[in-house]
């Protein structure tokens, strides 16, 4: 899929849905582990995709 994103429409949108749902699971789950007040959860730095990162 990775190697078709560049030319084909289908499979860009099909990319971003798949990485647009792993971030919004991430996020529930950071949410979980802070909920009860207990623990603080951060990252250590903004989360980036980009052409190299997404090939790697």
């Given at each position: 899929m990775i190697e078709k994103a560049d030319t084909s429409p289908i499979a860009r949108?099909?990319?971003?849905?798949?990485v647009a749902g792993?971030?919004?699971?991430?996020?529930a789950i950071v949410d979980m582990i802070g909920d009860d007040g207990s623990r603080t959860v951060s990252?250590?730095?903004s989360f980036t995709l980009d052409t190299g990162s997404r090939r790697a």
């Open positions: 949108q099909t990319l971003v849905a798949y792993v971030g919004e699971t991430a996020g990252c250590r730095k």
